[in-house]
C-alpha cells in the first residue's frame, strides 16, 4: 500500500479517533458541545468507522479491523440497522436512522475482511 496511504490512516487514527470512534473533523471540547447543542447529532460517523475498518484490513492490520468491525456491529439495534452517526458519550445511535451509506461501508467492510481471512489461510 502507498506510504501517503499509510500516514494518511495513521493521521485519523491521531486526530480523529475519540473514544474508538471517527470523528467528522478535529474539534475541541468545547465546539462538540456545541455542535451537538445546536443539531443533536453525535460527532462520530458510523461509516468513517467502518471504511477505517477496511483499510486497516487492506494494511494487513486484520485483527485490528475486525475489532473495530465488531465493535461498530455491536452498535446496531434489535432488527440490525445502524445509523448516520454514533453518540458515544450518550450510548445511541444518532442522525439519518436507517443510513443507507453506512449499510453500504457495512457490507463492504464485510467483504474486505473476507478476502483477508480467506489470504490469511
Not at 467528522?24 to 458541545?33: I, L, M, Q, V
Not at 446496531?76 to 449499510?103: C, K, M, W
Request: glycine share 8%; net charge positive.
Amino acid at each position: 500500500m502507498d506510504e501517503r496511504v499509510i500516514g494518511t490512516v495513521r493521521a485519523i487514527e491521531k486526530e480523529l479517533l475519540r473514544d474508538g470512534f471517527v470523528e467528522r473533523y478535529r474539534a475541541d471540547d468545547e465546539k462538540r458541545r456545541h455542535r451537538r447543542l445546536a443539531s443533536g447529532r453525535g460527532c462520530v460517523s458510523c461509516r468513517a468507522r467502518f471504511w477505517l475498518a477496511a483499510v486497516l484490513a487492506q494494511q494487513g492490520r486484520h485483527e485490528e479491523a475486525v475489532a473495530l468491525y465488531e465493535r461498530l456491529l455491536s452498535l446496531r439495534n434489535d432488527l440490525g440497522l445502524i445509523s448516520e452517526e454514533y453518540d458515544p458519550e450518550r450510548g445511541r445511535l444518532v442522525g439519518n436512522f436507517p443510513q443507507a451509506f453506512t449499510h453500504i461501508a457495512l457490507v463492504e467492510t464485510a467483504f474486505t475482511l473476507a478476502k483477508g481471512a480467506r489470504r490469511k489461510t
